[in-house]
């Protein structure tokens, strides 16, 4: 069975600092991709960056990278330079790309970040 | 997110009502992904629809709850006689083409009173 697993259910990050949020995930498939989302307090769900994988540089989208080890099964979310509004609920998801997965996808619990001032 | 829009942003409803939740995804797209997410949970898979089709409904629970997405209209989810453990945010996702992320709508926040 898949399962992806987030350890830290809260973190705490001085702002203009780097932060990881750290993500694993459990599947027997071998092609499959890899997910963060932000979810704020106005609770809506933001996709932030996507791991293929196959892919094999890690992802990177503006301040936000991913540090895919894949024999270690983890997805780690690397924040640069956290600003106040980085502050909200972060989401680990996987989806199998083929076999009896229609595409959806599978999340963690979340990490709750607070930027401190 | 203004690409798929769900409605009401928020619905109460008393213990035995019945719940429509209703989701349009983005102009173009026949599919939609609905999630449930408790309280201080993240979100789990319920149904996969297509248009005038269900194709994976092995997240929905087997009983008071129904999916549809019609030929015309929104996609319905449809919650039954709910009672306070229905009580999460639903939200639906599709999947735009070219891109690997999910969209997700604003979700709806239902509370069952």
């Known amino acids: 069975a898949q399962k992806i697993t987030q350890t830290q259910p809260g973190m705490f990050v001085q702002e203009k600092e780097a932060v990881t949020l750290d993500c694993t995930y459990d599947t027997s498939d071998q092609s499959y991709g890899l997910f963060w989302y932000k979810q704020p307090s106005s609770g809506e769900m933001i996709f932030l960056i996507y791991q293929g994988s196959y892919d094999e540089q890690n992802a990177t989208e503006g301040r936000y990278s991913l540090n895919f080890q894949k024999a270690r099964k983890s997805a780690n979310l690397v924040i640069s330079a956290s600003q106040l509004g980085d502050s909200a609920m972060y989401f680990c998801a996987m989806r199998a790309n083929y076999g009896g997965s229609q595409g959806n996808l599978i999340f963690g619990k979340g990490t709750k970040l607070s930027v401190k001032p | 997110n203004a690409g798929v829009m769900q409605n009401p942003r928020h619905l109460v409803r008393r213990r035995g009502q019945e719940a429509r939740l209703r989701c349009s995804p983005m102009k173009g797209h026949s599919h939609v992904y609905w999630y449930r997410q408790l309280p201080e949970e993240g979100l789990k898979f319920m149904v996969y629809l297509q248009k005038e089709n ?11 709850f129904s999916a549809e ?7 319905i989810l449809r919650i039954q006689q709910v009672v306070r453990g229905d009580s999460a945010a639903y939200f639906c996702a599709t999947r735009p083409a070219g891109s690997y992320g999910y969209t997700f709508g604003s979700g709806t926040r239902l509370t069952v009173v």
């Open chain 2, 69 to 75: 997405f019609p030929k015309e209209g929104p996609s």
């Open chain 2, 54 to 64: 269900i194709i994976d409904e092995s997240g929905m629970p087997k009983e008071r």
